[in-house]
């Protein structure tokens, strides 16, 4: 077709004639497709790595795991990019990554770690996940995330201490490496055993009983006792002991995790305006109106809590499943506890409208024993994931130590509006949570941040890299809150205004905590870069 | 996007399942996800490095929507590196030149063209065929390399037009061309396998040239791998012997490997004797490189020396020596070089299986450049200055004689002096990015603004020589043309077009032939219509040359056979046979391409680097690839989502931790470099991987050759990057 332009235009044709020709040429494909298709490779896939996996499929008591040979990694990647090609993945997304291990000055050394999914035989995003997303297949071990029943609630990268799951935004839900369960199935090699030059990723069967329960799969991974991870590294070159992740010196900080800050802060502040009305009642300081609107304040604040939990979910029309992970799963057990809160709520009212005010008591205790327990559930959903930031004492520090000041702080408020004496005692428990609780806070910091061998060391130097800011209004917050405010109601300012700022405060001091609670946890994950 | 849930209480199976689902493909591909099932598939040549992998087009109503490694090519057999695989995606990138750009506006072809060549002609015409230059490249197919050399020269009139393959091979080519008598790389990739010892000096194959290591790997002779380096690199860390030399002090180091040679008694004298020249004079110069010079001038001890020359005599005669951008980019380069082919000369380590010195090469195309761009070699390694070569180029492109210039052009450095000077006024810029990768790269952009007419052609209007250009032409990319490439082993192979270019983006081939149109010259270049007819010609040019393609019957047998490596003579042509023809080495004779057929010891006492540690700048600097996602500066790889996953975000420089203490800095910390030329911030990395006193920084970084030293090896006039002297700040 050009070369007809062509002649035409040496012999008097117009230049725009071989233009529109060229420009035409250009957006054809036909001519090489026609010519040069319908390739077969001399040997199918299947039959080309045959070698790199197992004959047959695992026996009862056995399962498939990944085999890197760290000899033969070299660090070229390839791994991560055939995985993202061969999978159809979104445009960033590899569900392989590649680190870097290093030595030290005496002792230099250099190794490239590929990893992926470890399929653990004792799956922790599988335990944590509240809608049962997760499916360890009984036949092959293959960790598998069912994309349709997944909330994106996230538990499940805040469980694993590989950070292998990754939130994918466009489709508000989790993806993870399935070990490519359907090539394996038929056979085939998965995307990055096929990719390897070196052949350094094997699929072998394993023996469960053989999945090592303690150490280390290399350096810089978490401990294996947690979740039993079966893929081994093998290298003919003993790993020298102080090799460590290239990475490891990084403080990063994790993802803020906003709505969940504000639920836990709003959902602790109801339990503990509930135990505080309750308390009350218990002590006959409480009308039956008077506990109603202070009922009416703590139901407000603990479902605009569950509310902006919603928010946090990338597929919250499916999130009604979330009691089916009760078996395991703290968020499910959580999600449940919080649940019985709309129902105390419609409990206190009845009581209320009914008059009876020996049920209203009952009916109040019981919510607050419920919102305690969801807390506790709260609690628990971070202590689960094993991070050191989030230890038992750390988190059920924190978390009770808000619910009883805010809850006292609540109390406080409410009842000077209604000018009850009861406010005075409210006020004075509230002014000892706030100093109780931001001491302890602020003590556990400093000895954290000094002690190389406290176990959130790391943790407390992501803070002072990062949120030293955030730590420094908190005490300026602290000072507002239990000095000035105190001493302006003693020089006669107006007390309910008073306790209401600080309330209010008191409020801003928590969410900027909780805010770091989940910035500084300094979660494990596999040698990065 | 949210989703309603389904009635059950769990969801096995919905869109967001299906959104993954494999199925089975046909064309021996196995499993891929549904929506890219192909109909069908062809095969190419990855368009990044001078591996030369094969890789194989998943084709979808003609178009590519994915790819995988081929299987059967005999490079890569069935492996990629993140590179190529990722090459269809950098296509889609949003900076695609998509309309020729004059003076920031977009035009239409037509007025580009004209513009183009009005100005070209008016500065010609003013001032001389010295006064406007073409700049090339490694990197396109070498079909339109040459329509390029062969427009600018013999149809433009132009005189100077050199490429950036200076800035990578022009080393090992007048190495070769001094001690072969040609640019003849003798090596098949199979010599990876077949050695016995293995030296790679100033490479690091694991990072640069993965799938070439991925040969090592293949190598069931428990070799011995032997690696030159300053750095600790991924590759030193795979070897078995590991020398951390001083910074260019390797050229001492390969002498003094020679003298134990001779000393020890490994020399392969009846080689020498039939074989070579010049080796007593060689003798006479490296009696001097006793192992205690040469360790105090290395830093390497005398006994690991003697063990190094010891491994080397043990292993012969199968010894290979391999050498890259650690030995090219040097201010001795080509004797560097060629102090590494003597190694192989006087062991008699060359035309047998597992030897040879061994130039890796860098670009895609860097050797097609080499045999066909026209520029510092007339057509089909021919010389310029020959009359006899100029009249058997004549005939086989139908250029009349006297339109081919009898003189080379300058090289790349000298026309940017010429340029500075004010000699040279106009460049045309194909597929090279100097603006980012020149040395000492402000002086280069000082050069460049005071062009009257900076033309750049390129897939990328973004890139940093674009930005500068007064006219952009938007040339489509690889995958988007057809043409050939010749890769490290000089294997030639076809690569098909599969993609539309974006907007009005051309083909380089197009551009060329639109470009004889309205320069008026198009008669000349009647019969490079097609790529496939300019290949035709190209052979007819290499006629009877070592380089000799006169037996390949076009694009369809390199498509068919895996790649031919040159040469392939009519005679070899008849005989062809993929299998016994899928590895060859040269020089299984002993005949070398000089007029007495003999390979010729050149050599030259060491020199010290021209820029030196001071007190003010007591570091020096190397350069050098970062990680095998980048690729030089990233005008493709750094559109890729997937390969920024494998890159740093920052810019790190590496030091040792004693310099690292001395300077109080800890890892992470915040610097800036700085050298007699410029300064830059980056990220400090702590690490033993490069040796007190040294640092490094990759250079896809776009401000790191503002630090670089300009100095350039004498022979090539390639530019060393691998010796700045730099301080480091807090």
Known sequence: MIRDMERKTSSGGSPVGILEATLREQQTLRTPVALFSDEYDSKSVRERFTHLIPLSKPEPGEQYAFEVNLDACTGCKACVAACHSLNGLDEDESWRDMGLLVGTRKEPYLQTVTTACHHCEDPACANGCPVLAYDKDAATGIVRHLDDQCIGCSYCILKCPYDVPKFNLKRGIVRKCDMCQGRLAEGEAPACVQACPNEAIKIKVVKLSEVPDRGQIIAGAYESSYTRPTTTYVSSKPLPAAAKPADAGRLELDHGHPPLAWMLVLTQMSAGAFIGCAVAMWLNVLSANEAAITSAAALVFGLAGIALSVLHLGQPLKAWRAFLGWRKSWLSREIIAFGALPGGGVAIAATWWLGNLDWMRLAVTGTAVAAFGAVLCSVMVYVDTHRPFWSLSNTAGKFLGTMLMLGAGTCAAVWIWRELPVATWAMAFTLLFRWTLSLWELSRYRSALEDESCAWHRSALVLTKHRSHHVELCGHLLIATGLLIPVMMGAGASMSWMLSISLVLMFASQVVERHYFFTAAAGSKMPGN | ????????????????????????????????????????????????????????????????????????????????????????????????????????????????????????????????????????????????????????????????GDGNTRQCMATAVTAYKESFGFDAPPFTYGDFEESDVLVFIGANPCIAHPIMWQRVLRNQRNPEIIVVDPRFTETAMAATQHYAIKPKSDLTLLYGIAHLIIRDGGLDSAFIADHTRRFDEFAVLVADFTPERVSAETGISAERLVHFAKTIIEGTPRVSFWWTMGVNQSHQATRTAQAIINLALMTGNIGKPGTGANSITGQCNAMGSRLFSNTTNLLGGHDFRNPAHREKVAAATGIPVERIPDRPSLAYDQIIKAADEGTVKAIWFVATNPSHSWIDQNKMNRVLDKLEFLVVQDMYCTTETAKRAHLVLPAAGWGEKEGCFINSERRIGYSPKVRRAPGQALADFHIFRLIAHYWGCEDLFRGWQTPESAFRILQRCSENQPCDITGIEGHEMLRKSGGVQWPLSREQGSKFEVSSFKERRLFEDGQFYTPDKRAQFVFDPPEAAPEQRSEEYPLILMTGRGTSAQWHTETRTGKSAVLAKMMPEELMVDVNPVDAERLGLCDGASVRVVSKRAELSAKLRVTTCVNPGEVFLPMHDNRVNQLTHASFDPHSRQPSYKHSAVRIEA
Request: charged fraction near 20%; glycine fraction near 10%; hydrophobic fraction near 40%.
């Open chain 2, 1 to 160: 996007m949210i989703t309603p849930p389904a009635m059950t209480f769990r969801e096995w199976n919905g869109p967001l399942t299906a959104d993954l689902v494999r199925e089975p493909a046909k064309f021996g591909l196995g499993q891929v996800p549904s929506r890219l099932v192909p109909d069908a598939t062809t095969k190419a040549i990855c368009g990044f490095c001078s591996t030369g992998c094969g890789l194989k087009i998943h084709l979808k109503d003609g178009e590519a929507i994915n790819l995988t490694p081929d299987p059967d090519y005999p490079v890569n057999i069935g492996t990629a590196c993140p590179k190529g695989w990722e090459a269809l995606s950098v296509l889609d990138a949003p900076d695609r030149a998509k309309m020729p750009v004059l003076h920031g506006k977009e035009v239409d072809w037509d007025t580009a063209l004209r513009y183009f060549c009005d100005t070209m002609r008016g500065i010609l015409d003013k001032h001389g065929p010295e006064a406007a230059a073409f700049l090339s490249t490694g990197q396109i197919v070498f079909e339109e390399m040459a329509f390029l050399g062969a427009l600018a020269k013999f149809g433009m009139g132009m005189i100077h």
